[in-house]
């Protein structure tokens, strides 16, 4: 079964950075694209990076782009998203997701992680 386990999350102050990271097992993680999303209570689930299986192309959402930075270590089958400048509108619940598609769209991505909250107070 894919499994993908978020960590790195946590309660961190407006200005401040945190790495997020992801570890896959029990598939092809190599093969896959990866994404990061966000989401919180009410809204829907949102794009914030995505990477494909190489690591040669990356997509960032306009809100992130220019503090976040997503990659990727094959060889040990994690993924991460590094983010500076946090601002409170930042604040959400972070998944990893994998799919076969590099894409921006939450429908591309077949299997998620369970998330990881991120909180950035003012």
């Known amino acids: 079964q894919e499994r993908l386990v978020e960590s790195g999350g946590g309660l961190v102050h407006a200005g401040d950075s945190l790495r997020l990271s992801c570890q896959a097992s029990g598939g092809s993680f190599s093969n896959r694209a990866m994404g990061w999303f966000r989401q919180v209570p009410g809204k829907e689930r949102e794009f914030v990076a995505a990477i494909s299986w190489s690591g040669s192309a990356t997509v960032y959402a306009e809100s992130v782009q220019g503090r976040a930075t997503i990659s990727r270590d094959n060889n040990k089958n994690t993924a991460s998203l590094e983010m500076n400048s946090l601002k409170p509108e930042d604040t959400a619940v972070y998944f990893c997701?994998?799919?076969?598609?590099?894409?921006?769209?939450?429908?591309?991505?077949?299997?998620w992680g369970q998330g990881t909250q991120v909180t950035v107070s003012s």
């Open positions: 997701a994998a799919g076969r598609r590099f894409a921006r769209a939450i429908g591309e991505y077949t299997f």
